[in-house]
T-cell receptor, first 116, second 112 residues
């Protein structure tokens, strides 16, 4: 299967600062990348859908000005958590999709964010 | 609201037994169905995908799909302690955007 990387794998930041998470598809061109958040003992929650070269589509209840998504190329999408607060502490996971109906989503290893 | 429902468990089975995981979905237009396995603290990994009615087997895993009943299941034969994880059922919407709707996951415990 395809390989998706995320960087960093974990990050600790102070409240009020911003954190950028990178998601890269290493061996295929991802038409679409998805960003999820997962709290302990809960399922994945889709935050936004990111298409290369266009604005991200955010799910209801997700603040687009707080979670900035950029999808500059077919292999790179970034999520920036702005003015992070302790309640933003979570496991952030990206996935990449090649664009064909029926294709699976390939998940990155996730980034654990802790805001102190 | 398009939904995917799973029993959260935990489902506990003895080593060597068959584990049966079930999932129902509400969107009749769904075309693609996936089972992901997620270990604690890790991201999901694909176990099986299924697109047409019937059974699909891959090693110890069998996925079953019944679109008329809007039901998809995963059977794990000869369960091993290493199979202990949360299993997520994911269903694609009818819009072909790649977007998946995930169930809440079923936690499987395989006891030695």
């Amino acid at each position: 299967g395809a390989v998706v990387s995320q960087h960093p794998s974990w990050v600790i930041c102070k409240s009020g600062t911003s954190v950028k998470i990178e998601c890269r598809s290493l061996d295929f061109q991802a038409t679409t990348m998805f960003w999820y958040r997962q709290f302990p003992k809960q399922s994945l929650m889709l935050m936004a859908t990111s298409n290369e070269g266009s604005k991200a589509t955010y799910e209801q209840g997700v603040e687009k000005d707080k979670f900035l998504i950029n999808h500059a190329s077919l292999t790179l999408s970034t999520l920036t958590v702005t003015s992070a607060h302790p309640e933003d502490s979570s496991f952030y996971i990206c996935s990449a999709w090649g664009g064909w109906p029926g294709d699976e989503q390939y998940f990155g290893p996730g980034t654990r964010l802790t805001v102190t | 609201q398009k939904e995917v429902e799973q029993n959260s468990g935990p489902l506990s089975v003895p080593e060597g037994a068959i584990a049966s995981l079930n999932c129902t979905y509400s969107d009749r237009g769904s075309q693609s169905f996936f089972w992901y396995r997620q270990y604690s603290g890790k991201s999901p990994e694909l176990i099986m995908s299924i697109y047409s009615n019937g059974d699909k087997e891959d090693g110890r895993f069998t996925a079953q799909l019944n679109k008329a009943s809007q039901y998809v299941s995963l059977l794990i034969r000869d369960s091993q302690p290493s199979d202990s994880a949360t299993y997520l059922c994911a269903v694609s919407g009818s819009s072909n955007t790649g977007k998946l709707i995930f169930g809440q996951g079923t936690t499987l415990q395989v006891k030695p």
